[in-house]
């Protein structure tokens, strides 16, 4: 079966999101993307604007995946063909061919790849980035050495927050403005994998990410919705 460039576009955007976030896994399914990483601190979950495919699609070692595309993609005559289970389910494999050219990539049951099925979470708050926080959040960290960044609202506005092995903290309030639904409280503190989160805000440091009741973040990259789970 022949995929067309639409779709094989699409699975590339997925690839090179979730590789953005450390996720090696990924389902695609018509429908929805799921996926998330090995330490179980950010999920990759769409449910909107995803291609109608035939099958399911389940990708390990995207990396490996990447790589092959990219050096496919440069021949002459470059096609994709994806070979089915028996009941044509899912992607048992996937060819790539070009003129003199030829390599394979086999795929994963989607069923032995663990993903959310769904998002357990209500999105209060909405905040906006902006290209200096994204910045102070750069220096934080490499001035730090921390693992992860707490932010933190309250009535002065919202604040990310380092503190490194010795208990100093370098703070920076980056805005006094917050969007939040009818009934939420203006207060909070929840913490992030900073290896996660600074290359989400990198990619847009003008966009806008929003904080659920219960601490998880989203923001929208390549069109696609990542959640970053808060640290304990």
Known sequence: MKLDSETLTYIKNVVETGQMVGIDNVIIESGNVRAINNEKSVVLFQEENVPEMNFNVGLNRIGVFLSRLEVARTQDNFTVNVKTDDDG????????????????YRCANPKTIAAPKKINDEMIYRIELTPQAVYMLQKGQTAMGADVVSLISNDEGVTFEFVDVNSDKFTHTFTERIAMNAGANNTFTYKYPIKILLPLFKHDA????????KGMLNIVVNNLNIFVLPQV
Do not use: H
């Open 89 to 104: 389910v899912f992607a048992r494999s996937i060819t790539m061919t070009a003129k003199g050219f030829k390599v394979d």
């Open 206 to 213: 003008e966009s806008t990410f929003q904080i659920g009741r």
